[in-house]
């Protein structure tokens, strides 16, 4: 047996052309070749190594490929270009060149007016959304809503005093920018034209069904001022000028308020409207202007309310539930029968009543504010057994506020 290893390394001859020069064709068919450790006959023994040199010839072939692949991508960079996202334009910012104005000294009988001037200094549409005053005597306008970048407008406002003194107002504007709600300022000490005495005529708690008396005094800068009219609103209360001629005498006037025996049990309020033509100063012309002054009073009689009626100031979404004490004021014992409410603006509202001693009850408003910015009046309308107020109406006034 002979053992000899063939194809050693760095050997230029295969196994195969090594096993045919060692074998002589005459002993080849005698001999038997170990090849990975099994014998084979010399013919299989070749076929087998073939085999082999042809897999390892496949593997070198392959080799040298990826290596010249890699040498040939040594010299050169390949770079490549993330993907670009498009840049989110800027959003819009509202500049006000200014957001407060004072009109100083004005007079109540003079309506001004001033100018709020913007830019759109963002890089996007602007859009002026809403634009609320904080009262009736305030009114902003715009004319129109949208601003490209860049873009200038203005905002106008009219001023129109309602009452003398130190006075400020708002003006809330809402825009589509990231701050959302900029708030304008306007002010002005007023001075009066008309002057009244007491400023709000307290008529305090009242009899029911009787007729009743009030007086308050106007003057004014104006010694030789003229009214022209008193009036209230309400078929129940009338107003005039006492003694009748004093309307038109230089000095001040005497105002009488006359409270029928049909106005309505419960809380009373309302507005005295005055007309009266003067100067303002003395170097000024002649101006016919009106003022309202308020009244208050309650008119209760076997029956009295604690609070006199349901005052109301929520917003929207808000849960209300508000409790008038109903008290018989003569301290004998007293039934609620019913109730009904009728208040347009809370649909849905309900009224618990509740007992708390014989001559006491519990009225209690259960609501929820609606999702609009509206007033509330209305009334809870009340039977009970007490004869002469059988019937009352616990008034409802306040509204539902616009959105915080």
Not at 291 to 304: D, E, H, I, N, P
Not at 361 to 369: E, Q
């Amino acid at each position: 047996m002979i053992h000899r290893p063939l194809g050693k390394p760095g050997s230029a001859r295969s196994a195969t052309a090594q096993l045919r020069a060692i074998i002589r064709p005459a002993h080849r068919e005698q001999l038997r070749i170990t090849v990975s450790a099994h014998e084979f006959p010399y013919g299989a023994a070749v076929a087998k190594l073939k085999a082999v040199e042809h897999r390892l010839l496949l593997i070198l072939i392959l080799s040298v490929g990826l290596a010249g692949c890699d040498r040939s991508g040594a010299g050169s960079t390949t770079t490549s270009t993330p993907p670009t996202t498009p840049t989110a334009a800027a959003p819009p910012v509202l500049t006000f060149a200014s957001t407060e104005h004072d009109f100083g000294l004005i007079d109540e009988t003079a309506e001004v007016a001033t100018t709020f001037e913007f830019t759109n200094t963002g890089g996007s549409e602007l859009v002026i959304e809403t634009i609320r005053a904080s009262c009736g005597c305030t009114t902003p306008v715009l004319t129109k809503r949208r601003y490209q970048p860049g873009e200038s407008g203005i905002i106008e406002v009219d001023f129109d005093p309602t009452r003398p003194g130190p006075t400020q107002k708002y003006i809330t504007v809402t825009s589509n920018t990231e701050t959302a709600v900029t708030r304008l300022t306007i002010a002005a000490d007023v001075r009066a034209f008309l002057v009244f005495e007491p400023k709000i005529l307290q008529l305090g708690v009242r009899q029911y069904r009787a007729e009743h008396r009030g007086t308050m005094t106007i003057s004014s800068p104006d010694e030789n001022f003229v009214i022209d009219s008193v009036s209230v609103r309400l078929p129940y209360v009338s107003a005039r000028v006492v003694p009748p001629g004093q309307a038109t005498a230089p000095g001040p006037k005497t105002i009488e308020i006359t409270i029928a025996p049909t106005a309505p049990w419960g809380g009373l309020y309302f507005g005295i409207d005055v007309t009266a033509t003067g100067r303002p100063t003395p170097d000024a012309e002649p101006v016919t202007h009106t003022r309202t002054v308020r009244a208050a009073g309650k008119l209760f009689g076997r029956l009295s309310a604690d609070p006199d009626m349901f005052r109301l100031a929520v917003y929207p979404g808000d849960a209300i539930v508000k409790t008038i004490r109903l008290r018989r004021t003569d301290g004998k014992p007293f039934r609620v029968l019913k109730t009904d409410v009728r208040i347009p603006a809370l649909p849905g509202a309900t009224v618990t009543v509740t007992p708390e001693s014989l001559d006491v009850w519990s009225i209690t408003l259960n609501a929820t504010a609606g999702l609009a910015s509206v007033r509330t009046p209305g009334a809870v309308v009340v039977t009970t057994d007490v004869r002469g107020e059988e019937r009352i109406e616990l008034k409802s006034i306040g509204m539902i506020k616009r959105p915080r």
